[in-house]
């Protein structure tokens, strides 16, 4: 590596931290939400609310992610403010109070349908002032760091914190979620408030030096912003884009093997490994282990991509990742302590998935800029999430579909036959999840943008001195 691509540690860990807000915010929405609406709010017999706003919710992501990137892309440098600082700067305010409104539900009614209404308007908010935040923050990534030599360099640090940035959103489970022994339903409402509250306050401490410091926007030349397409144009040459499309079907499948772990997860332990109360921390503390040997292993990931090249790295760890979920299948009652090791090496695939995601996209941003002489990485991280949202409707698919099957009544308690739940609790944390990673190393299998190919398009891209630093 020539000492010209070494990127400045200040620089890669200022915007290393980016990933702090980006993540503890979303995770915490993974992680809390949907068991605190489901086990707390609505419960036995009303959990159907739940599936019924995730739905929707999902449904509006489809609108709101490739509109809020085009309106970035199509956005004119605003001063000193640049472009992507703008749009960071108006929706982090609004990012932050949205934490704490997620877990204050100012009602308590016999129907639930107020408490359903609450539900449907704030994690929409909530997602669009994510979604503001997080398009931007991609979109400057691929724009600041403008080789894979300094966006590997640049993404252990991001992915690093990011896993910091989840362990944050993790802190509110080593707590209770759901009402049972001596906790209350009333008791939970009242804590989760000040989860919440105590979530504004990261999300604020660490999203405030990001923006001021961590950001350095290149001065955008008119005639470069005239080459910008129009919304409906720009929507039709991404969508067109084969190797993009490959890429973000694996994304979402990636996506699809990290919400149902995470979503599920809780529940395993709960009723398949029955970790007795006293135990209960080993959820949390299996989960922070899998987060830690994570960013552990993101130097390894850094090697093998560069020694292999990043498609194919993250393709030997999807198949790793698949060997690594089987344990899970064959876990049974009272097997916690194993479960924690299990849980623990997960992190080997969720490191290396973490890592290469960003650094494709990138080289696919970077083609595209090839083509058309101007970085269009708001439009693609926007559809990009516009389709990788698609994963949690499968999760939450998934989950509705397998449960069906069984006689769980909702509510956090479930009434059961054994092994019914525990056969479909199994499948959704092992089968279903393995699915997802062949699917991925599938459609990795024929993305082109690789080897010889990626050379010459890094070739060509120098044409565009513009583009470079």
Known sequence: MSKEEKVPFKEKFLFGISAIPDQTTYQAFSLLVFTFYFSVIFGEGTGHFVWIGFFIWSIWNMFNDPILGALSERTRQKGKLGKRRFFLIISIFP????MFFLFYVPFNT???IPEFIYFLIVIILFEFFYTLFDVN???VFPEQFTTESKRAQTNVYVKGLTVFGIILASIPTLGPQSPKGSVTATQLRNL?????LYLAIVVAVFAIPFILKGIKEKDELEEQFEKRPGFIESLKITLK?????KFVIANTMIWYVFNTLITIFPLYFEHVLKVPEDLAFLKTVSLLLALIVAALVLPFHKW???KVGMRKALMITMGIWIVLLVPYFFL???MYYFGLVVTAIQGIGLGGALFYVDIIHGDIIDEDACK????RSGCFYGINAFIHRISTILTMLTIFIVFSGTSWAGGYTPIYEEGTVVLALKLIIFIFPAIGCAIAILFFKYYTLHGENLENMRKKLEEYPELLD
Do not use: E, Q, R
């Not at 990012?95 to 949205?98: E, G, Q």
């Not at 989760?192 to 919440?196: A, Q």
């Not at 058309?372 to 970085?375: A, F, L, R, T």
């Open 241 to 245: 884009n084969k190797n993009f499309v």
């Open 95 to 98: 990012l932050t109070i949205s």
């Open 332 to 334: 049974f009652d009272g």
């Open 110 to 112: 016999a129907t639930k």
């Open 192 to 196: 989760f408030p000040f989860w919440g």
């Open 372 to 375: 058309h002489g101007v970085k």
């Open 137 to 139: 923050v991609n979109a």
């Open 304 to 306: 093998l991509g560069k």
